[in-house]
Structure formats: structure tokens, C-alpha cells
DNA sequence: GAACGATATATCGGATTGATATATCAATTC
DNA sequence: GAATTGATATATCAATCCGATATATCGTTC
């Protein structure tokens, strides 16, 4: 799903601007669809371009103009064509992930150090998940609500239970061994 | 974590060719790190032209000619460099999550079927990884298994437990009405 | 007063994707 | 038997996207 489409199913559920778009990939979607400004414009530019979305600007004091985009019947109907088709392979890119797979060659208070930063980003990610109450969201977003739940507390739990794996792997600090 | 980062990553395991690296990439490493040729190949060329691997060809009789990459000492350095540095946010892009949660503008049918082929999904994912023996691993490498593990199984698990959200929810057909 | 963060829009150079091409061979399908 | 598919290998390209940056205003913090 490319960030054309995601833009129309963010309009789906409701009119929005650009910035309010990124922010709703910044919050409750997070977990499974981000997308920058730098993709983002371009995409309402050529949504509007093609017809499948209506543009409205609204001045405010003290900000820029904000610019409201919303679906129309033609940009519905490509959302619904789009959404049909099979979803394609899940894309990831987990730089923890990655580094911890070379622990051997890292220092151990560094390993230690982004072992404790990504645990506290477990805990901020559940934390803002947890904030959402999902009586109030239609199912599939209670769905992937729950999804999201799911698997960064099976992370976390993971990670607690087998950071001695990496914190025994890394290599010893030579100024540590003076220490010790 | 950029490509030429995660190619000398894996050419401090061994060297390799190109192509061993994307299968590395397509198998023990898919569940947190995927690159394209598309990248890999002008990486490598960088990498070389940088000083940073080294490559010889062999001939092959009936495939072309294989061109092997190693490691250099300065690239193993610069390994080790961006290796220290805190790692970035995850990147991540779920097509069946990002469609699942409009399942309300999706007719049941079609729902059903992403529904069981996501499953077959998570099933072909975590039979290629339990096929792994963690015993032959060094700890990192161990580590990120059991993470992929942790993960898609909690995500086949919530999948399993919570389907009735979208099948409830998904759109009925008209002419299955009418078969009703 | 400078830096930072929030609200907003927008752009750009570099990175990357997915498709495609080339080559050869073996296995499978029609 | 020919066509298709899949595997082993290398390589490239147009489209998409990222991360940084810019602009503007305001409020808060150091």
C-alpha cells in the first residue's frame, strides 16, 4: 500500500490536513504504517491533481494556513479498489535488531546502554497504546489496536527475558577490565 | 542502518557474493532487515570503491561468473563505527495490517481470503525459523531468532484469537444475500 | 536572546524499491 | 517438444520515499 492510498483511507475516516495525516502515522498507526512529510505532500498534491480528493484552505492566526483535504466519490472508489487488491509482504527495518545481530563486535556499556533505551521505548510505545480506549474505535482499528499490543509486549517480555544473551556476548571495554 | 552497513555486516560473518547476501537477507535476517538488488549491488560497488571490501571473480560453468566480496580492514573499522552508533527508529510497513484496519469498506469474501493466506504467512515464517538450530548461532544471531519467533508467533497467535473482529465487521456481499 | 517544541506547509538530494534485463541450466507443465 | 518456471548470478532504471531542511508564528525553557 503506497502513501497515496493511505492517505485516502486516513480522509476515509475523516477530512484532515497533511500535518493531522502525519500525525494520526505518527500515533495510533505507528506500529504498522509510517510515511514522511516528504511523501506525504507529494501524494495529497497528486491525489488532488487526479481528482480523488477536495482541498479547502482555512487561515489561523499565528500558524500557516491550514489546507483540509477530504475524499470524494472518486477517491472512493479508488481506496475501495486499492483495498481489494492482496496485500503485499510486510516491509521492516529494525536497526536494534540488526545491531544486536553484531553484538559480538560492540562494547558492552554501549550494548547496555541501547538494551535500556529500547526498553524504554517498549514501554513508551505500550504506554500510548494502552491510552486508547478501544470501545471507542471501529473493529479494524480495535484490530490492529490489539495487534500492536500484542506483539511490542512480546518483544518486550523477550527482550527482558534474554538480554544476557547480549550483555554476555559484548565485547569487554579494556578500561573496564582495569577496573573490574 | 543503511545497506552498505548491513553488507559489510554480513561479510564480517564470511564473504560472500551479492546474491548470497540477499538470500542471507531473505531468510535468517527477513524478520528484521530486507534489501533489494536494487540496492545491494550499488552498495557493494560503493563499498569497493571506498576501500571498504575487497572482490575477486570466479568463473562458473552454466551461471555467470561469481564475483566474491571480503571484508577489508578498513571496512571492518567503519563497521564497527556505525555499529556504535545508538540504532534509529524501526521502519516498518504492514500492507495486511494498514487494509485490515478499513475491513469495514471490504466484502467478507475478500477478507477471508488475506485472513488465511496472512496465516499460511506466519506459519511458512515460523517453520523456516524453527528450522534454525540456535545451538550453531553465536549469541546475536541467537538473539534476533528468538525475537523473530517471540514476535510472529504472538502475531499468529492474536491473529487466531481476534479474526471474528474483522469477519464480523467485513462487508456482505450482495449476492451471498441473496444466497442466504 | 537563543534554543526548543508545536502547529502547518513544502522541497530536495540521496537511498531504496520493484520490475526488468541478461545468461545458463534443470525441472516441470502443457 | 516447446514453453514456462525456478535457481544461480550480475546489473540497471523509473518511481517512490526518507531525512533533512526551509519557512512562518507562537509559547516555553535555559
Do not use: W
Not at 107 to 123: G, P
Amino acid at each position: 500500500m503506497n502513501v497515496k492510498t493511505m492517505c485516502l483511507g486516513v480522509l476515509s475516516i475523516g477530512e484532515a490536513t497533511g500535518y493531522e495525516i502525519k500525525k494520526q502515522l505518527e500515533g495510533p498507526f505507528h506500529h504498522f504504517y509510517q510515511a514522511s512529510f516528504g511523501a506525504i505532500y507529494p501524494a495529497l498534491s497528486a491525489l488532488l491533481a487526479d481528482g480523488l480528493v477536495s482541498v479547502r484552505e482555512e487561515p489561523q492566526d499565528g500558524k500557516p494556513d491550514k489546507k483540509i483535504y477530504a475524499l470524494s466519490e472518486t477517491g472512493r472508489a479508488a481506496l475501495l479498489a486499492e483495498l481489494s487488491r492482496p496485500p503485499g509482504p510486510d516491509r521492516v527495518r529494525s536497526e536494534f535488531l540488526a545491531q544486536m545481530v553484531f553484538v559480538e563486535l560492540l562494547a558492552d556499556d554501549l550494548v547496555a546502554d541501547f538494551v535500556a533505551t529500547r526498553l524504554e521505548h517498549y514501554e513508551t510505545q505500550l504506554a500510548g497504546l494502552r491510552g486508547i480506549d478501544p470501545d471507542r474505535l471501529p473493529p479494524g482499528r480495535r484490530f490492529a489496536l490489539g495487534y500492536g499490543l500484542a506483539v511490542y509486549e512480546a518483544g518486550n517480555a523477550y527482550l527482558r527475558a534474554n538480554r544476557h544473551l547480549l550483555d554476555d556476548a559484548a565485547r569487554t571495554a579494556p578500561a573496564r577490565d582495569a577496573a573490574d
